[in-house]
């Protein structure tokens, strides 16, 4: 079944979620749907890679939104036989002092240029495993730390263990961000020396060689984001299974910290855009830390007017979304029509999903992304007074939409207080959709007339929805942090809030007077000075922070060397 894929030497692409497609909740947020890009760029340029996830049989979690608007989380069970086939081999890893069996799922994401990339979804839900080990692949992010660590163990270890069991040809790991970093220790085992009972400490496992295997992307630029586990849990979890001394000279003397751990035993180290990458410099002293900024995959994310309009006048935009830089040549007339097509496609999602009627002739923000603190969903909604002011004025509406995770009470204390601001400003046309998936990101960033975002620098690595946006030829008005830091050229491509190293206190101020002077004078008074940053937006950015680029430079920059 899997010869098909293994007849050569394949890069192993380790993720804890993959967004592979709408149906199947094997993602959260923005570092799966990155993965889901990687794998389909992956498949579009024949790439020889194979993707490691979990199956998580529970999803995330479906959200609903109650009467007091606040979030409500359901498990979101989905069949991996109605989409994959499962395959024979099944390993074993050592867990408390027990074995954890591990089965694992064959999924094909199928490019749409024809091209097949295979995907292994380890479950540890069969009959030979204990009730609560049946659970550990069944809940993305769910559950406490030991729960973690235990997904954690199941992904790098299992893993690496099922792509040897599958007699893969490993080329070369790529850990997605630490989560999978425990497959190091499985490698460093694999290739002990010999006569390791002879030898002590890192000088029994052959280090350089598992570096030159292995591949690390960060994505967290501040440190409370690593995953860090207590030795006592890892002593009771992985037992004698690794050597402690040699355990800590690796990843933290205190405490298991997996970026730690990856970062020192891989050769190739990037940052997602370039001033996460320089955040991570000053956060990780003496490792060498290089940039691939992400990018997001070009037909996934452009709305059919779009396609259309690009398949056109670009033909082969697909494979080389570098021909978009042209768009300029693109008539203003087409370029409205297009946009107002996908515009009246979200109104009517808006209106199905929420009931909210949304006016096509009035300027539209969305702002969609997971709800937690730095992202700062309120924002804009700092001074009811001014954004009433600015509506009555220059009208406006609002698209909102995110998940926030379940033991996010800050972030859930966001989404109710967005609900009550929604209550609180009758006069303005505000909707809140519910269960921020892929197909809500992928209408919501071709339909509205501004992307909006508003993270707390230096917080957001990259952010991705934005360059969705840019596809669709809609513009961002955004913090300079991320990736907006390297795609914002002021009224070019969009707009910025806020000034690079100014206090952040400052930022509303800011965004209220950018909306107010500078975006939807321009929408309501200027339509072809409007349109011509619609262009910029496509021919500065789209043709840029796509996942075509991002997976080219991976591949002659640390797959191939
Ligand atoms: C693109 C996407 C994200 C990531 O958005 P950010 O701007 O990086 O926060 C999250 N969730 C879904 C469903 C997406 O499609």
């Not at 082969?316 to 042209?326: A, F, I, S």
């Not at 379940?406 to 209550?423: M, S």
């Amino acid at each position: 079944m899997l010869e098909e894929f293994t007849y050569r030497p394949l890069v192993a692409y380790f993720s804890m979620e993959i967004a592979l497609q709408n149906e199947i909740p094997t993602y959260a947020g923005g570092l799966g749907v990155l993965a889901g890009d990687t794998m389909r760029s992956s498949s579009d340029l024949a790439l020889p890679i194979i993707g490691v996830t979990l199956v998580s049989l529970a999803g995330y979690f479906r959200q609903a939104i109650d009467e007091a608007g606040r979030q409500v989380e359901h498990p979101d069970w989905w069949r991996p036989e109605d989409h994959a086939v499962p395959l024979e081999a099944r390993v074993a890893i050592p867990m408390e002092g027990r074995e954890v069996w591990i089965r694992g799922w064959l999924y094909v994401l199928e490019g749409h240029m024809g091209g097949r990339t295979p995907i292994v979804l380890l479950d540890t839900d069969v009959g030979e495993n204990r009730e609560d080990d049946r659970q550990i692949t069944h809940y993305l992010y769910g559950g406490d730390e030991v729960y973690r660590l235990k997904q954690e163990m199941v992904l790098g270890i299992g893993g690496a263990r099922m792509l040897q069991a599958l007699g893969v040809t490993v080329l070369q790991y790529h850990l997605n961000e630490g989560h999978s970093a425990l497959l190091t220790l499985e490698l460093l085992r694999r290739y002990a020396h010999p006569r390791a009972h002879l030898r002590t400490g890192e000088a029994r496992y052959d280090v350089p060689r598992v570096r030159e295997l292995c591949n690390f992307t960060t994505h967290t630029p501040v440190e409370a984001g690593h995953d860090q586990f207590s030795y006592d849990l890892v002593q009771r979890l992985l037992g004698t299974y690794f050597d402690l001394v040699t355990l800590k000279s690796l990843a933290g003397q205190e405490r298991l910290n997996m970026t730690r751990l990856a970062l020192n035993l891989s050769l190739y180290i990037n940052g997602v855009a370039k001033r996460h990458t320089e955040t991570s410099r000053v956060m990780f002293p003496g490792y060498e830390v290089r940039s691939v900024t992400n990018g997001v995959h070009p037909f996934a994310w452009t709305g059919p007017s779009f396609v259309q309009l690009y398949d056109t006048h670009f033909p082969g935009w697909c494979h080389e979304p570098d021909l978009l830089v042209r768009a300029d040549r693109l008539s203003d007339a087409a370029v409205w029509s297009a946009h107002s097509a996908e515009k009246e496609g979200l109104l009517k999602m808006v209106k199905e999903r929420s009931g909210v009627d949304l006016d096509p002739a009035v300027a539209t923000l969305g702002f969609a992304r997971r709800m937690t603190g730095y992202k700062r969903p309120d924002l804009l909604f700092s001074d009811l007074e001014r954004l009433k002011h600015i509506a009555q004025q220059t009208p406006l509406q609002i698209v909102l939409a995110g998940k926030a995770h379940p033991r996010d009470e800050g972030g859930k204390g966001l989404i109710e207080r967005l609900h009550r601001h929604v209550r609180e400003l009758p006069s303005i046309r505000i909707a809140y959709l519910p269960n921020y998936d892929m197909t809500i990101a992928r209408v919501l960033v071709a339909g509205v007339d501004v992307w909006l975002n508003t993270p707390l620098p230096p917080m957001e690595a990259s952010g991705t929805s934005g360059m969705k946006a840019s596809f669709n030829g809609v513009p961002n008005l955004s913090v300079l942090d991320g990736w907006w830091a390297e795609g914002y050229i002021e009224g070019v491509t969009g707009w910025a809030i806020g000034e690079l190293g100014k206090a952040p206190e400052a930022d509303a101020e800011s965004l209220y007077q950018k909306l107010e002077q500078v975006v939807l004078p321009l929408y309501y008074s200027n339509r072809s000075g409007w349109i011509a940053v619609m262009k910029g937006a496509i021919s500065r950015n789209a043709s840029f922070f796509n996942s075509h680029r991002m997976m080219r430079r991976y591949t002659t920059e640390a797959y191939v060397q």
